[in-house]
């Protein structure tokens, strides 16, 4: 049960220090620039559009203002006209599957998930070739259109992959070796399953 590691993705100048992998991002909170290129719009891509583009204030007046909820019930079904909250930074969420952006999270929150970054003004992107990275950004491609994203910070949120230390050695280990979780499988990971696995194997034993 060794978990999982972010996947590297091979990319010309992918070892910039502009780039960052979601894991140390979040784990050292990593500082990023103004304009950040998310690369994945998977759970964990979403996941850290949202938390950037949080507003700096988390009080309850600020999260119904933010929603349009007025708690005075003086606008008509209790909601003011829906505000603007864009946010100071400027993101783009990418993927390289064409169609519609954000549909990967849970289907009973992934819409408020990307209604969210669609009013904080986040850029979602869909179709995207990702070519390099350079001093001028991130460079993709778009509908056969060559662009430059002009990102400061390019963090890496492309999915995981199974962490299995000493895995020349397992067939030594014969029956008295388990694999379960994101050691086993790391695609679209899912906690219940990994879960599941732990009490199982815990029972057998």
């Known amino acids: 049960a060794a978990g999982v590691e972010p996947r590297k993705l091979n990319l010309e ?22 304009k950040v290129a998310i690369v994945g719009a ?12 949080e507003p700096t204030s988390h009080s309850l007046d600020d999260w119904l203002h933010e929603w349009g909820i007025d708690k005075n019930m003086e606008h008509p079904g209790g909601l ?34 990307k209604r969210t970054l669609e009013k904080r ?4 992107l869909g179709g995207v070739s990702y070519n390099k990275i350079d001093d001028q ?12 994203l002009d990102a400061d910070s390019v963090i890496v949120c492309a999915g995981q992959v199974s ?6 050695m397992w067939q030594e280990f014969g029956g008295k070796l388990h694999v379960i979780g994101g050691a086993d499988y790391a695609g679209e990971l899912d906690a219940v399953r990994a879960i599941r696995q732990g009490v199982e194997l815990a029972i057998k034993l």
């Open 42 to 53: 998977g759970g964990i891509g979403i996941d850290v559009a949202t938390m950037l583009t």
């Open 163 to 168: 962490v299995r230390p000493f895995e020349d």
């Open 137 to 148: 950004g991130l460079h993709i491609t778009i509908d056969k259109k060559e662009q430059v």
């Open 121 to 124: 003004g986040v850029n979602l």
């Open 13 to 34: 100048g992918i070892d910039q220090e502009k780039v960052v992998d979601y894991q140390t991002l979040i784990r050292e909170k990593t500082p990023v620039g103004e």
């Open 80 to 113: 003011y006209p829906y505000p603007d909250s864009f946010s100071d930074k400027t993101v783009w969420v990418m993927q390289r599957k064409a169609g519609r952006v954000g549909k990967g999270p849970g289907k009973t929150t992934g819409w408020i998930h």
